[in-house]
Structures are given as C-alpha cells and as structure tokens.
C-alpha cells in the first residue's frame, strides 16, 4: 500500500513535467525534430510553385502573351483575398522564409524571383501609372486554402495600371507527380 509520501512524491513528479504549447503536439523524443513546421513548409513550398509556375508560364491566365517575365517580385505575406480585384482589405500571412528561399531556387533558372514586404518599392509612379520596374510582374500570392487533396490559391499579378489579373487555381495532390495545378475556379478579372 502507497504511504501519502510516495503518493505525494509521484504527483509532484507528474505535475513538474511542462505541457506542450500546442495541446495536438507530442512531446519530441531525445534526437527527434517535430515533423509539423517542415511539412507544412513543404506543402506551402510545393503549392505556391506550382502556382508560379502555372501562372508566369500561362500568357492567357496573366494576360500578356508573347511576354515571359524574368524579374518577378512576390509579396512576402499571403492574403486571403489575393484573387478580389478590390483586395488588399486583409493582411497578409507573413511566407516563412524557408518557404521563400526555396521557391526563389527552384524557378532561378527561368525568373529572378524575389520577395518583398511593401509593394511601393518595386513600383514605378514618374509617369503617372504605376509600373512595376524592370519590365518586371508584382504578384500577390492567396492564403492555401483546403486540405492535404485538393486546396484552392488565389493570385494577382501586377504590371501596370492597366495590365494586372486576378483568380484562383485549384491545386491537386496527386499520387505520383504531387501538388499540381489542374484549373482555375471562380471569376477572372483583368485589367
């Protein structure tokens, strides 16, 4: 029979254990890394390139055929509401920047990507309409939106004050090729 010492003892061993921040979390094993964060990341990673992909080498979906954009800048926040042409009424989703320099490497061989916080410092106004220097594309990536299946992203691409586009991709998991792009959902608005 337990004495209230040895009861007492082994409350108080239980009780000086930490909890996890994350009430879904377990606690990691001495010389194991928790697997969420990078699976997340990559997921993210794998999704948003294939968007890139789809859209700066689709002339009918960002609206400038004959035209392939090697300077790309990328806002470094998703946004909900990436693909509403009033947009810009949410913030941002800060893009980790794992995530980030990833997909930079991963499209360096067809585009100078880079990532950027404020949208005024790749932007052009001497001539009264904002254009996006360089002969460059400003996109607005949408916030990934559904499960490990399917999901739905929202983009806008910017180029001047009357060349920019806005819709949404649906991006499969597919067994063998993984995350890729296989249509576009909702409205489309160019401008």
């Known amino acids: 029979m337990l004495t209230i010492a040895v009861i007492a003892v082994l409350l108080a061993a239980g009780c000086a254990r930490p909890l996890p921040r994350d009430p879904q979390a377990m606690p990691a094993q001495a010389g194991t890394i928790p697997a969420s964060h990078p699976a997340i990341e990559t997921r993210e990673t794998e999704v948003?390139?294939?968007?890139?992909?789809?859209?700066?080498?689709?002339?009918a979906e960002n609206s400038f055929p004959g035209t392939t954009f090697t300077t790309v800048y990328v806002l470094d926040s998703a946004r909900p509401d990436a693909a509403?042409?009033?947009g810009d009424t949410h913030a941002g989703r800060p893009i980790p920047s794992d995530?980030?320099?990833?997909?930079?490497?991963?499209?360096?061989?067809?585009?100078?990507?880079t990532f950027i916080?404020?949208?005024?410092?790749?932007?052009?106004?001497?001539?009264?309409?904002?254009?996006?220097?360089?002969?460059?594309?400003?996109?607005?990536?949408?916030?990934?939106?559904?499960?490990?299946?399917?999901?739905?992203?929202?983009?806008?691409?910017?180029?001047?004050?009357?060349?920019?586009?806005?819709?949404?991709?649906?991006?499969?998991?597919?067994?063998?090729?993984?995350?890729?792009?296989?249509?576009?959902?909702?409205?489309?608005?160019?401008?």
């Open 117 to 191: 916080s404020d949208k005024g410092s790749v932007l052009d106004t001497s001539s009264g309409c904002a254009t996006v220097r360089d002969g460059g594309i400003l996109i607005t990536l949408g916030t990934i939106d559904g499960d490990d299946d399917q999901v739905t992203v929202g983009i806008n691409g910017y180029v001047a004050c009357l060349g920019a586009t806005w819709l949404t991709y649906i991006v499969r998991n597919q067994p063998e090729t993984g995350w890729n792009v296989t249509g576009t959902t909702g409205p489309m608005a160019i401008a």
């Open 84 to 86: 509403e042409p009033i």
């Open 99 to 113: 995530v980030k320099a990833r997909i930079t490497a991963s499209l360096a061989p067809t585009a100078a990507v």
């Open 48 to 59: 948003y390139e294939q968007v890139l992909r789809r859209y700066l080498n689709t002339p």
